[in-house]
């Protein structure tokens, strides 16, 4: 199998408002067949930014190329919203909540509510 990725991402940062996006294409050709097949993915973020907070709003997918063969595993595409809050409590600490929806491709839609905390040294 031959393999292409493309790929880029786009980064606009201001004082209290940052977005960030990335889109990626990868491109299977199967050499004894000649099928090929195109899978491609993206993620969309802007966040705002407080004194210590940060809310945010990001949107992702992923669209598989059905029968790809190196994806066999990962064939369902899935679309999710996610809404989220970052608290940093110190300059080496966060706390970060999010609530998102995802759809998967013939399955109902699920809900989910995440709390981490990251630390840096």
């Known amino acids: ?11 606009y940062i201001r004082e209290q ?11 299977h050709s199967e050499r004894v ?14 966040n705002i930014k407080m004194p210590a907070l940060i ?3 990001r949107y992702d997918f ?3 190329a059905e029968g790809d063969p190196v994806f066999l595993w ?9 809404l989220g809050l970052r608290w940093d409590l110190f300059s080496w600490n966060a706390l970060k909540f999010e ?3 995802a759809k998967r491709q013939n399955e109902e839609t699920s809900y989910g509510f995440t709390a ?3 630390f840096t040294f």
């Open 1 to 11: 199998i031959d393999e292409h990725i493309l790929g880029g991402h786009l980064i």
């Open 17 to 27: 408002f940052e977005f960030l996006g990335e889109f990626f294409q990868m491109s």
């Open 33 to 46: 067949t000649g099928r090929d097949f195109d899978t491609e993915g993206a993620y969309f973020q802007g």
């Open 55 to 57: 809310s945010y709003y």
């Open 62 to 64: 992923i669209n598989f």
């Open 74 to 82: 990962f064939h369902l595409d899935i679309e999710k919203h996610t």
């Open 99 to 101: 609530v998102n929806q």
């Open 116 to 118: 981490n905390t990251s």
